[in-house]
T-cell receptor, first 116, second 111 residues
C-alpha cells in the first residue's frame, strides 16, 4: 500500500525478552518518527530520523531503547530486556523533508506491544 | 515544557448535534497548533491546523481558531455524523520537529 506500514501489528512477549518493531515509511519521505502511546494517553515522542541519522533521540526513555534506519527508509525500534511498563502502542510516522515543521505527519496503525 | 490539555472523558452525542472539544496549550512563544483524528482501525491523520494567532483551521466541517488570549484551540463542528465517531487529539509543535499531543477524546455519535 501507499501508507506507513508497521509490523507486527501485535506482539506479546515476556519480561526480559528482546523485541524489534519495524516501520516502512511512505516512499520518498525522508523524515521518520517513533512515538509511544500508553493506555489513555496521547502519543509521546521517542526519536526522529532525517535520512539515516537520528536527528533527535531525546525522547527515548532509557538505554534499553534503540532505533536504526540504515538505508534511510525502513526503521527498526529495538527494545532490550523488556519490562511490563514498556507495554504500549508504538507508532511510526513519516513526512517529506521538514514535514514536521508543517505538522503533517503520516502515521501507521501502530504495533501493540504487551509485556507479560 | 510545552504541552496541550484536552477536556476529560469521552463525548457521546446524537447525529446532527453540535460538537465542541476543548483544548488549551502551554508554550513559550506561539507554536503551530493541530487537531489529529484517529478513525477506528486507522492511523492518526491530520484534521486541521493553525500556524499563528487568530488563524482558523478548517476541514470536513470542523473548525478551530487559535486564541492567544485564552491559549486555546477548541475544535467545533456544527452538525456531526455517525462517520465522525473517532478519537480526536490536539497537538502543538515544540523543540526539534516534535509534536506534543493531548490525551485525546473519544467521540461517539449515535444515529
Amino acid at each position: 500500500g501507499a501508507g506507513v506500514s508497521q509490523t507486527p501489528s501485535n506482539k506479546v512477549t515476556e519480561k526480559g525478552k528482546y523485541v524489534e518493531l519495524r516501520c516502512d515509511p511512505i516512499s520518498g519521505h525522508t523524515a521518520l518518527y517513533w512515538y509511544r502511546q500508553s493506555l489513555g494517553q496521547g502519543p509521546e515522542f521517542l526519536i526522529y530520523f532525517q535520512g539515516t541519522g537520528a536527528a533527535d533521540d531525546s525522547g527515548l526513555p532509557n538505554d534499553r531503547f534503540f532505533a536504526v534506519r540504515p538505508e534511510g527508509s525502513v526503521s527498526t525500534l529495538k527494545i532490550q530486556r523488556t519490562e511490563r511498563g514498556d507495554s504500549a502502542v508504538y507508532l511510526c510516522a513519516s513526512s517529506p523533508q521538514g514535514g514536521a515543521n508543517t505538522g503533517e505527519l503520516f502515521f501507521g496503525e501502530g504495533s501493540r506491544l504487551t509485556v507479560l | 515544557g510545552d504541552s496541550v490539555t484536552q477536556m476529560e472523558g469521552p463525548v457521546t452525542l446524537s447525529e446532527e448535534a453540535f460538537l465542541t472539544i476543548n483544548c488549551t496549550y502551554t508554550a513559550t512563544g506561539y507554536p503551530s497548533l493541530f487537531w489529529y483524528v484517529q478513525y477506528p482501525g486507522e492511523g492518526l491523520q491530520l484534521l486541521l491546523k493553525a500556524t499563528k494567532a487568530d488563524d482558523k483551521g478548517s476541514n470536513k466541517g470542523f473548525e478551530a481558531t487559535y486564541r492567544k488570549e485564552t491559549t486555546s484551540f477548541h475544535l467545533e463542528k456544527g452538525s456531526v455524523q455517525v462517520s465522525d465517531s473517532a478519537v480526536y487529539f490536539c497537538a502543538l509543535i515544540y523543540g526539534n520537529n516534535r509534536l506534543a499531543f493531548g490525551k485525546g477524546n473519544q467521540v461517539v455519535v449515535i444515529p
